[in-house]
């Protein structure tokens, strides 16, 4: 699956140093000053999975594959962006090439990187870029014409559902809050309205305000009705040269549990109720990319294409039981493989083989 997620924010909210610590090199330019990105950046982050480790130990394989989310850095938002303020019809376009968008909120203070609004206040800094989102799909829903002549049942259809999805955003209600029938969300798919992309939050915090983050955070919390990621984007992109041990003790020392970048590209999978299915053998041990709900025949068309229409059955172990029976034998000779066919619904950590006909 092509994942992609914008990192999205407002001017000097650390967007590109979030990026570069994502991808741990400088690839992207960080600077005091608005509109330094200017064309996205992208880059392709691996998603942690320590099971991998562990079953390639199991089927003596040195061939690690992990699941990858595509991180773009999107140039910086401001007020007015709908309207074409500060390249905004430009940035807004990147936006609607993403899968989900990330939003980073400056909650540090730093009186030498300055912040657009002369102030700092994320929950308002969140609003302008939620608003921005809302009056562009709004624009795109005015553009809207339906065709000529006598409607058929899906014009009528995506019409009720443009209609419902301006109301809402009139209110300023985005559109991922609008329930929508499933005839409603496939006819309105084509118009690429950005706030029916999920989101995920990026709480950038200095040092200090570590210690009481969860406080900070409150209001934040109870805005998206989501826990938000505290980090420090400065001080992990500074540490991306080190290893995961030294990055680890470092930032304790100076109150940080644990590096956030660790969890960022996971928390992007449970946004999207994406989740891995895994494959172990002499070749390699891999993860791989679905969407929760996914049928078995589906997922073998994730590894090729030809798998999904030749789809025998799958042999499905689970992960715990496959590392406790040390493999595929073990496994097998304790009844836990489990042959499923065409209607089985894959389930987080299977471990599984595909029989596919010629």
């Known amino acids: 699956m092509n994942l992609k997620i914008g990192i999205v924010g ?9 990026f570069n610590a994502l991808l741990k090199k400088n690839a992207a330019i960080a600077e005091n000053y608005p509109f330094c990105t200017i064309e996205p950046n992208t880059g392709i982050v691996n998603v942690p999975d320590a099971r991998l480790d562990i079953l390639a130990k199991i089927v ?25 303020e500060g390249l905004g019809n430009k940035f807004l376009s990147h936006i609607r090439e993403v899968s989900a968008i990330c939003y980073v909120l400056r909650f540090f203070e730093d009186d030498n990187v300055v912040h657009v609004a002369s102030r700092i206040d994320p929950i308002d800094d969140l609003a302008i870029l939620e608003d921005e989102l809302m009056l562009a799909d709004l624009a795109t829903l005015e553009k809207y014409k339906p065709p000529k002549g006598k409607p058929s049942k899906e014009d009528i259809i995506r019409a009720e559902a443009v209609q419902k999805l301006k109301n809402a955003l009139k209110k300023a209600i985005p559109a991922r809050r609008v329930t929508l029938t499933d005839g409603e969300a496939a006819q309105t798919k084509q118009l690429m309205l950005l706030t029916l992309k999920p989101t995920l939050c990026v709480a950038n915090m200095s040092e200090a305000q570590f210690s009481h983050k969860e406080t900070l955070m409150r209001e934040l919390t109870t805005k998206t009705n989501a826990q938000p990621i505290a980090l420090n984007a400065r001080l992990e992109a500074e540490l991306i040269d080190t290893s995961t041990e030294e990055r680890t ?10 590096p956030a970048l660790e969890n960022l590209s996971a928390q992007a999978y449970k946004t999207l109720n994406l989740m891995s299915f895994l494959t172990a053998g002499e070749l390699e041990a891999r993860a791989w990319t679905i969407q929760q709900g996914t049928l078995a025949p589906q997922a073998a068309g994730v590894i090729h294409s030809d798998f999904e229409q030749k789809f025998i059955k799958a042999d499905i172990v689970n992960y715990a039981d496959f590392v406790a ?15 499923m066919g065409k209607e089985y619904v894959m389930q987080e950590g299977d471990v599984v083989e595909f029989k596919i006909g010629v």
Do not use: M, Y
């Not at 097998?332 to 489990?338: P, T």
């Open 60 to 84: 003596k394989t040195t061939r690690i594959v992990p699941a990858t989310v595509e991180f773009v850095d999107i140039a910086g938002l401001v007020k007015g962006a709908h309207k074409g």
């Open 10 to 18: 407002l001017p000097n909210a650390g967007k590109s140093t979030l």
């Open 249 to 258: 003790e470092l930032l304790a020392s100076v109150g940080i549990e644990s």
């Open 325 to 339: 029976e040390n493999g595929w034998l073990g496994s097998r000779q304790k009844g836990l493989v489990h042959s």
